[in-house]
């Protein structure tokens, strides 16, 4: 099983610098978009394009084409209002101008979100709780941000939060040595608030910049799980009020509607400040984005496309959208 884990992850980078896959991360973003783009926009474009008459039909066309690709009620309701005021207003000409015009909105809509998550040096450690179900990609998520933030040249701990499994937290030690950064972890089934609050600890004693705090996304219940993250909070809190300084979600986009009631949850329950969406790459119910982005309000501030050490970024409204639009 430990096997089947590492020979997996040290595939990963291999992968990743494979000149078959496109080299830039906007390449990629498109093409690890083609399956939404395909349900989402692709559609729309045959519908407006080369369109002259604009009408109530299409119109209705375009509503059912976003509701389908999960861009969610309240979002899709937005868009065609705008789309029908402008229309009435006589703002918009021909299907081209529809489609543009739909394309900003769109743009406009995920704008907000984009807050990329800074570390202040003056804060040390920062801790980022990171949480989510299990299997939305956690510790990949923790693997890869630490690379992001050591390209950034901060210095990084891990904490091997979750303690529900033993390969959940020899997973983590992989990314651990990955990157040539400490792991502080102790045995399966230990107290998860525990491993944490020593690993702060830690931390604090080396100086370390940033600590990312992994959790189980599984307990015997639901509310089990809130609880103990609830109680993961309060205790690092005991030691530094300030502390965590990020709760980032981690979401799966290939859950859809689900991912959304996910961070619903999470967020009522704990308080999330950040969200991190991943498996974008192959999926085509990435539309998720802009239902999250409007019934959240909150940051996302990265996007997964893969599993390899390099594909995750931050999160850019207007590169998203492109990617989406983009033939
Ligand atoms: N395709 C793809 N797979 C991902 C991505 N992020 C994570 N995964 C995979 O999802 C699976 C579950 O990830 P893991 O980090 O173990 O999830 P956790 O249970 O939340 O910690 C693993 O096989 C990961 O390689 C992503 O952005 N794209
Ligand atoms: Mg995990």
Same mark, same amino acid.
């Given at each position: 099983?430990?096997?089947?884990? &590492? ?17 830039? $991360? $906007? ?105 989510? !179900?299990?299997?939305?990609? &956690? ?34 030690? !992989? ?73 980032? !979600? ?28 991943? &498996? ?48």
């Amino acid at each position: 099983m430990f096997d089947f884990l &590492k020979r997996k992850n040290q595939a990963a980078p291999e992968a990743t610098n494979s000149q078959e896959k496109p080299s830039g $991360f $906007f390449s990629r973003l498109k093409q690890g978009l083609s399956k939404t783009r395909a349900k989402l926009t692709r559609g729309m474009a045959n519908l407006f394009l080369g369109k002259k008459e604009l009408d109530a039909n299409l119109i209705e066309q375009i509503e059912m084409q976003l509701l389908t690709a999960d861009v969610g009620v309240e979002t899709t309701e937005q868009l065609i209002r705008s789309l029908t005021q402008k229309l009435a207003r006589k703002e918009l000409h021909d299907g081209e101008a529809a489609f543009q015009c739909l394309r900003e909105e769109m743009k406009n809509i995920l704008q907000p979100c984009e807050v990329p998550l800074i570390i202040p040096d003056e804060t040390k450690p920062y801790v980022i709780l990171v949480v989510g !179900i299990n299997g939305s990609g &956690k510790t990949t998520t923790i693997g890869k941000l630490a690379n992001y933030f050591k390209q950034d040249k901060k210095t990084v701990m891990l904490a091997a939060g979750d303690t529900f499994r033993a390969a959940a937290i020899e997973q983590l030690q !992989i990314w651990g040595e990955r990157n040539q950064i400490p792991v502080i972890a102790q045995q399966p089934g230990a107290d998860t608030a525990a491993v944490i609050y020593d690993a702060l600890e830690a931390a604090k004693a080396r100086g370390i910049q940033l600590l990312i705090a992994d959790t189980a996304g599984r307990l015997h219940t639901q509310s089990n799980l809130m609880a103990e993250l609830q109680k993961v909070k309060r205790v690092m809190a005991k030691l530094d009020p300030t502390t965590p300084h990020e709760t980032l !979600i981690v979401l799966d986009a290939t859950l859809g509607q689900n991912a959304l009631n996910q961070v619903k949850q999470f967020h009522q329950a704990i308080g999330v400040t950040g969200i991190v969406l991943t &498996k974008l790459d192959g999926t085509a119910k990435g539309g998720i984005i802009f239902a999250i982005a409007k019934a959240m309000q909150l940051p996302i501030r990265f996007i997964g496309i893969g599993e390899g050490i390099d594909d995750l970024r931050p999160f850019e409204a207007g590169e998203f959208v492109d990617a989406l639009f983009e033939e």
